[in-house]
């Protein structure tokens, strides 16, 4: 059964800092994996997908990158802000479950100004 | 467009009671997925359909738990009777086509709801 962690659970850091946020999971027969963002009280917006035969993906500050064989994927956030202040939800879409997104706990951020 | 629709927003019910929760996916979209929130086990996937056919209801928890799609603009998730342990968010979601490795999911507000 495919397990997805993400450390950490909270990380809170002043504005300006560049941050890592961390995401595992066990079994490598991927799809694609995702990061979304969930805003408190709302619905989750998809950030960054990363299909299994590329390495990252870049979008403005955010970049991804996906390592299959380790089943690790980091979200880096350049020169964050308080806008960002958020949870950060990872997920793996299985071969086996078609469509089946697999969810992390996710890590809430929070920018200090 | 509007996005994945959801209604209601928040339901508090009584135990015992039937609780129906709607949504209406983005038009054009062939695929709907319905999801329950809650702090102890995160997000999970309840159940999916494909061009209004469940495909994989293994999530739903019990059979007090029911989903339709009778066409391709609306989908219910029923709970009937309702007891507090189903107390959670419950998100739908929407993607344009099931076996594509590029489509994501466009997740609607989500209903929150509390069973008294």
């Known amino acids: 059964k495919q397990e997805v962690t993400q450390i950490p659970a909270a990380l809170s850091v002043p504005e300006g800092e560049n941050l890592v946020l961390n995401c595992s999971f066990t079994?490598?027969?991927?799809?694609?994996l995702q990061w979304f963002r969930q805003d408190p009280g709302k619905g989750l917006t998809s950030l960054l997908l990363?299909?299994?035969?590329?390495r990252e993906q870049t979008s403005g500050r955010l970049n991804a990158s996906l390592d299959k064989s380790s089943g690790r994927s980091t979200l880096y956030i350049a020169a964050s802000q308080p806008g960002d202040s958020a949870t950060y939800l990872c997920a793996v879409r299985e071969i086996q479950g078609a469509q089946k997104l697999v969810f992390g706990q996710g890590t809430r951020l929070t920018i200090n100004p | 467009d509007a996005g994945v629709i959801q209604s209601p927003r928040h339901e508090v019910t009584e135990m015992g009671q039937e609780v129906t929760l709607r949504c209406k996916p983005i038009?054009?979209?062939?695929?709907l997925f319905w999801y329950r929130q809650t702090m102890m086990r995160g997000l999970e996937l309840l159940i999916y359909?494909?061009?209004?056919?469940?495909?994989?209801d293994s999530g739903m928890p019990e059979d007090r738990f029911s989903a339709k799609m009778p066409n391709a603009s609306f989908s219910t998730l029923k709970i009937q009777p309702s007891e507090p342990r189903d107390s959670a968010v419950y998100f739908c979601?929407?993607?344009?086509?099931?076996?594509?490795?590029?489509?994501?999911?466009?997740f609607g507000p989500g209903t929150r709801l509390t069973v008294l």
């Open positions: 990363i299909q299994s035969s590329q």
């Open positions: 359909f494909n061009n209004n056919v469940p495909i994989d």
């Open positions: 038009s054009g979209h062939n695929s």
């Open positions: 079994d490598s027969a991927i799809y694609n």
């Open positions: 979601a929407s993607s344009p086509r099931l076996a594509a490795s590029t489509d994501t999911q466009y």
